[in-house]
């Protein structure tokens, strides 16, 4: 299973020139943009951080607008994956992850807090070999995580990234062998630094405490 675990971390950031100086110090991160502003070239982003992957969400909420803008979004680079939320206004978006995934649209699903909900969504993942990004948010129970990573494994074209709100959630994540684990750019100011006798050293991809 091709992991992005190697390399480091997936930086989220609603600034693009944050992201760009991220993409810069670390060459094999993972890139997170959140709420893009109208103006924003999403294509020019796109391509000055091609050598990234970099994970692009949905501004819409009704469903019909929601296949169209993640057709549009998918257009804009092979390095993008469109972030689609799990749940929208209480309602699943299982239908349109399926047909998403049909099309060959790389995806990644926001909101997803249980196994329940990992298992839902990689049922739309049996029959495609298009990349999905599963986006475990930080309040998932530990035993979550481990079965979610679990499942998600058995799954080449699907990986499992933990959001990581310290280092020591970051430091359980690594030992489930998740694929990936999201910080903030306020997380990249700390994690080279020790904190009472704890680091997280990038270089080495190994927490350490």
Known sequence: MQTSFQGGFFISSADP?????????????GLILKQPSPQMNVRRL??????HRLLLPLTVTTPQQLRVQAEELSLVGDNVYVQVPVMTAGQ????LIHDL??????????????????KRV?????????????MMEAATSYYDLIVSTALAHLFPAVQLVAETPDQLAILRAQRLAVDGV???TDQLLTIYQPDVGACCQLSSHQVQY
């Open 46 to 51: 796109a391509s000055d951080l091609a050598s």
């Open 17 to 29: 020139a944050i992201l760009t100086t991220a993409a810069v110090a670390n060459g094999s991160c």
């Open 122 to 134: 990689l049922d739309q993942a049996t029959a495609t070999t298009t990349p999905l990004i599963i």
């Open 101 to 118: 995934l049909e099309e060959g649209v790389p995806l990644a699903v926001t909101g997803i807090a249980t196994r329940q909900a990992v």
């Open 92 to 95: 699943p978006n299982t239908a």
């Open 182 to 184: 999201a910080i903030t």
